[in-house]
Structures are given as C-alpha cells and as structure tokens.
C-alpha cells in the first residue's frame, strides 16, 4: 500500500477521529488534483488551513462522495488505525510514537481488542526502560 493510500484511509475516517488534522485532507486533496478533478476537490484543495474547521469538515466529505470513497464508520476506522500504526512499526517508523498510539486505542476501547494487547504492553515495557 501506498502513502498516498494510507493518507486516503485516514482521510476516510475523518469524522470517527475526534482529533483529526484537518491540514492533512488539505495537503492529499492538493496531490489528488495531479491526476482527478472535481470542484469540492478543488475547494477542499484551496482551504486555508487556519479556516473554519467545519466548513473544512463538510468539504472532506463532499470530496469523499464526489471520488466515490466512503466515510468509515467506528468499527471500521479502528481497523484502519491499528493497521496504519502496525505497519509503520513494522517499517521501523516512529515505533515508540505508534506503540503509545496502539495503546491509547487499547485503552480508549476498552481492553477489548485482544489483536492489540501485546502492543499495550510493549509500550509498558518501553517506558519502563
């Protein structure tokens, strides 16, 4: 899979992350223009990155419906984030970072989600040392 690709998951799962950076659907829409088009693609694109967070937020989604993506909903985004956090570990990329992300997800849902828990306590034992 591809940035551009991981970038794209993430932007689908905008409303399901209370602390999305909205800068970051800004900067794919500005790549996405080098080879779709479409006028809330365009708007989304030209967004000032200070701007009104829910005028950005509906653009996001307008762009989504315009490039036939779909918006994720909870269940799906967790999947979504656990993959992007495991796969940047497994690239050796920012492990320590996705390992507290892996944890905090641990923790947020509840110690529910069994595919993460040796992940919530690598991160134990990273701190640890």
């Known amino acids: 899979m591809e940035e551009t690709e991981d970038i794209t998951y993430l932007i689908q799962c905008h409303k399901q992350i209370d602390s999305f950076n909205y800068n970051l659907a800004i900067d794919w829409a500005i790549k996405q223009l080098d080879n779709k088009e479409g006028e809330n693609l365009l708007i989304l694109a030209s ?3 200070d701007g009104d967070r829910e005028n950005i937020v509906s653009y996001v989604t307008n762009t989504l419906e315009e490039l036939d993506l779909k918006e994720y ?3 799906e985004t967790k999947q979504i984030l656990k993959f ?4 940047q570990i497994s ?23 069994e595919d993460i828990n040796i992940f919530y306590m690598l991160s134990h034992g990273a701190r640890e040392l």
């Open 47 to 49: 967004c000032d990155k």
């Open 73 to 75: 909903n909870q269940e």
């Open 84 to 87: 992007h956090s495991l796969k």
């Open 91 to 113: 690239n050796s990329e920012n492990i320590l970072t996705n390992l507290g992300i892996l944890e905090a997800y641990y923790t947020e849902w509840g110690f529910k989600d």
